[in-house]
């Protein structure tokens, strides 16, 4: 476990390396350089002759190839030739080497056996590369650790780079790479005393220092904080720039040989926010002490086959309010839960609320609420303390700041008791976003029905069924409507109509639940004033939608009352067939504002009112009546996709056959019967309209037709 940065951290990362594993087992020769290949043999051959007896100029070539290496990386063989050219003894002068050494980019993952190797030529001896040059190496090692495919090799070699620290010119990279490396079963006695000694030894050398941090976070019981209260390294990458090269080499060639959508991905750690010049994070992170020797800690969990295999011996970590931060704590507490972690999660941040609304917390309030959202989004869970944190805060909170955070965490409300969550919850929520304009109603139309699909989604599940569940869903249904009915007064435009049927259309798969019908007799279609409004607005796309949420709703609600076989008619059944009887007389029947029919409410118009406005189209010269005004061929709103389908249907015949006169429009019953005796497109009425509705269904409007075809006799026989 390390506390400090780790170059796997940025940029593509292990699942990078992971997706380029598969890519090694491909034919390289196809993505091999001549020109590469060339150079590469000029400088094995030359590293073998004294300078004397060279016919070329060795650095030239070297030039060249580190050239064509930034450029293309290496596969595994040339990186072979080259690590092995760098380790051992040669004729190449140390520039040369050296610069070999800084352009080592692999293009595909690094073998442990490679890594080895690397590691045994450090150290003192006569055929060992210059100190600088294994300061190169190990800076290597640290820039490609992560690329490594079995990192087991570097634990395997943990003593020897330790016995490294001796050696000032190699202590910072070695101290580096052990603090990456390190795991509770490296961290002994004997390594302890070494790294105090030397510490005192070097006047606390800051590596050092770093080092006995990270031991220190293993057995912080072991190493007093007198020890490592110097300055310390924070591990920074040693170089990022060279780090991005690496990962455009490699993604380069990742994308010539495998997707990485099918290569599993392997980030299974926990997550280390300290970095040098950065304050500490507003939520504490995973420390793990007190662990035995047989113990597993998520410090020291590197992949997913680990965290499955130890699953139920990972210690939990000191602090359990660690979870809101740490993805891996996260899955760990969701795969084996346990109540007394949880609890101890919301105790802390009870306690963090009431410092909020004492002024008295130096945490800011977005960062805890990033936090609460990664939890829940994680866990799909909102404890009911933390439900109690946030209505504590909703006391305090200007109803801005953290806004969109608030309203996201929300959503995973779970399925529960409405009128206790409206009263509690979101009444206040609704106070705090909620100053008259139609941007806030719009936000808070977006919540619930955020809220609603992910209510939907747990209604799915058997042991949610409850009756205070069942009631709940309907009641927010109820309340969304009121809402609704303002948006549309305060903001009519297409974008909120489109929003607002968002949520109904939503809301209808609901209609078939037998289940809800069975055990709630509250209001779940929408209000009859927010549907006609709607259906006589100006958008076609709008009315047909409306015509579609409607349409829903009646296929649900069939199907849910002949599965569970009742008589069921509760107070809100009358007003939907309200509705769908005085859309169906619009469109089709030529029955508009009527309330003679059964179940008809004349579009809510008072009768009074038919009558003028009766009397007021009969004394125009159009041609047609209150009843027809809304039909297909006279409705503001299709009346133009219905004479363009009559338009194109006589441009068709009059092409392949000859016509003598063309519909003036708008057609009727007997305007089309006169068409045809003129040898006009011989139409009758009934395949007009049912013309005119596929001409809307080709256009996006298709819910005009599955409306009335689900209602209609006739159309439905068709």
């Known amino acids: 476990m390390s506390v400090f940065s780790d170059p796997s951290d940025g940029g593509s990362g292990e699942a990078l390396g992971n997706a380029l594993q598969g890519a090694q087992s491909t034919s390289f020769s196809r993505d091999a350089v001549p020109e590469m290949q060339d150079l590469l043999s000029d400088v094995l051959r030359a590293s073998k002759l004294p300078a004397k007896q060279r016919g070329t100029n060795v650095k030239t070539t070297v030039d060249q190839l580190v050239s064509i290496v930034y450029d293309h990386g290496l596969l595994p063989a040339d990186l072979n030739e080259l690590i092995g050219l760098a380790t051992a003894p040669s004729f190449l002068d140390q520039a040369s080497i050296a610069?070999?050494?800084?352009?080592?980019?692999?293009?595909?993952?690094?073998?442990?056996?490679?890594?080895i190797r690397v590691i045994g030529c450090l150290g003192h001896g006569k055929l060992k590369p210059s100190l600088t040059i294994q300061a190169a190496l190990l800076k290597w090692l640290i820039l490609i650790q992560h690329v490594v495919e079995n990192r087991h090799c570097f634990l395997q070699a943990y003593s020897v780079l330790f016995n490294l620290l001796d050696t000032a010119a190699l202590r910072t990279y070695a101290c580096h790479l052990l603090?990456?490396?390190?795991?509770?079963?490296?961290?002994?006695?004997?390594?302890?005393?070494?790294?105090?000694?030397?510490?005192?030894?070097?006047?606390?050398?800051?590596?050092?220092?770093?080092?006995?941090?990270?031991?220190?976070?293993?057995?912080?019981?072991?190493?007093?904080?007198?020890?490592?209260?110097?300055k310390a390294s924070a591990f920074n990458h040693p170089d990022s720039q060279w780090r991005e090269r690496l990962d455009e080499i490699r993604r380069s060639h990742?994308?010539?040989?495998?997707?990485?959508?099918?290569?599993?991905?392997?980030?299974?750690?926990?997550?280390?926010?300290?970095?040098?010049?950065?304050?500490?994070?507003?939520i504490p992170e995973v420390h793990t002490s007190h662990a035995t020797e047989n113990s597993i800690?998520?410090?020291?969990?590197?992949?997913?086959?680990?965290?499955?295999?130890?699953?139920?011996?990972?210690?939990?970590?000191?602090q359990l309010i660690a979870i809101l931060?740490?993805?891996?704590?996260?899955?760990l507490l969701l795969l084996r839960p346990q109540a007394q972690a949880h609890l101890r999660a919301c105790h802390w941040l009870s306690s963090y609320a009431q410092d909020v609304i004492a002024g008295d917390s130096d945490l800011y309030l977005v960062d805890i609420l990033n936090m609460l959202r990664s939890y829940v989004v994680a866990t799909k869970m909102l404890p009911p303390v933390f439900l109690a944190f946030l209505r504590e805060l909703m006391n305090s909170w200007d109803g801005v700041e953290g806004r969109v955070l608030i309203l996201d965490i929300l959503t995973y409300t779970p399925l529960a008791y409405f009128q206790e969550l409206l009263a509690n919850i979101f009444e206040l929520l609704e106070k705090r976003i909620l100053d008259g304009t139609p941007h806030s109603q719009l936000e808070i139309l977006g919540f619930f029905n955020s809220l609603l699909r992910r209510w939907i989604v747990n209604w799915t599940s058997p042991e949610k069924r409850a009756i205070e569940a069942s009631q709940s869903v309907a009641h927010l249904v109820t309340h969304v409507n009121n809402l609704c009915l303002t948006l549309i007064q305060t903001s009519p435009g297409i974008s909120t109509h489109e929003k607002i049927l968002d949520f109904y259309y939503q809301a209808s798969s609901l209609a078939s639940d037998s289940h809800l019908l069975t055990y709630t007799q509250a209001t779940i279609v929408p209000s009859a004033p927010l549907i006609y409004t709607l259906f006589f607005t100006s958008s076609p796309l709008t009315a047909s939608r409306v015509c579609s949420v409607v349409a829903k709703y009646k296929e649900g609600f069939q199907i849910a009352m002949g599965a569970a076989k009742i008589d069921y008619a509760?107070?809100?059944?009358?007003?939907?067939?309200?509705?769908?009887?005085?859309?169906?007389?619009?469109?089709?029947?030529?029955?508009?504002?009527?309330?003679?029919?059964?179940?008809?409410?004349?579009?809510?118009?008072?009768?009074?009112?038919?009558?003028?406005?009766?009397?007021?189209?009969?004394?125009?010269?159009?041609?047609?009546?209150l009843a027809d005004i809304f039909s297909l061929s006279y409705s503001p709103t299709f009346s133009l996709f219905a004479i363009s389908f009559l338009r194109e249907l006589e441009d068709e015949v009059e092409e392949q056959e000859g016509l003598d006169i063309k519909?003036?429009?708008?057609?009727?019953?007997?305007?089309?019967?006169?068409?045809?005796?003129?040898?006009?497109?011989?139409?009758?009425?009934?395949?007009?309209?049912?013309?005119?509705?596929?001409?809307?269904?080709?256009?996006?409007?298709?819910?005009?037709?599955?409306?009335?075809s689900i209602t209609i006799g006739t159309l439905r026989r068709k």
């Open 297 to 318: 800690t998520l410090e020291e969990v590197e992949s997913v086959d680990g965290f499955v295999k130890n699953l139920e011996k990972i210690e939990l970590p000191n």
């Open 179 to 230: 603090a990456l490396i390190t795991r509770r079963r490296h961290v002994r006695p004997h390594r302890i005393q070494t790294l105090l000694l030397l510490s005192r030894q070097t006047g606390n050398d800051p590596a050092l220092i770093g080092l006995l941090r990270v031991y220190k976070d293993y057995y912080p019981e072991i190493i007093v904080g007198d020890a490592t209260r110097g």
């Open 663 to 708: 519909h003036a429009g708008p057609p009727t019953k007997a305007t089309l019967r006169t068409l045809a005796n003129k040898n006009g497109v011989n139409l009758s009425w009934d395949d007009y309209r049912r013309g005119v509705l596929s001409y809307l269904d080709s256009r996006g409007m298709d819910g005009v037709e599955h409306l009335l």
């Open 570 to 625: 509760p107070r809100h059944i009358p007003e939907f067939n309200g509705f769908l009887m005085d859309i169906c007389n619009c469109l089709w029947r030529q029955r508009a504002l009527s309330d003679e029919d059964p179940n008809a409410k004349g579009c809510m118009i008072p009768r009074p009112l038919v009558g003028h406005l009766s009397s007021y189209i009969g004394s125009l010269s159009m041609g047609g009546s």
């Open 99 to 115: 610069a070999i050494v800084r352009n080592l980019y692999p293009a595909t993952s690094v073998s442990g056996d490679l890594v």
């Open 325 to 331: 931060g740490d993805p891996l704590l996260q899955k």
């Open 254 to 282: 990742a994308q010539r040989h495998v997707a990485r959508s099918d290569a599993p991905l392997d980030a299974f750690r926990v997550a280390r926010h300290r970095l040098k010049g950065t304050k500490e994070p507003a």
